[in-house]
């Protein structure tokens, strides 16, 4: 498979930068996504599956 593929082993800055900007992304997504659900109506099937009210807080 690596013939086929090409691939070759990551090296040491290589791997660095992926483990360094893999959880930096991680944390960049989980941010938008609270601040989507704070700042986001929920859609009404969402509000039905949950329970959730219209005028509830977060």
Known sequence: MET???T???GLS???M???IGPALL???K??????RRFVKAPSV???RTGAR???TP
């Open 18 to 20: 992926i483990l360094v």
């Open 46 to 48: 969402w509000r039905r």
């Open 31 to 36: 941010v938008e996504k609270r601040l989507a």
């Open 27 to 29: 944390f960049v997504l």
């Open 8 to 10: 070759r082993p990551v």
């Open 54 to 56: 219209r005028d509830a």
């Open 14 to 16: 290589e791997g660095l």
């Open 4 to 6: 086929f593929f090409d």
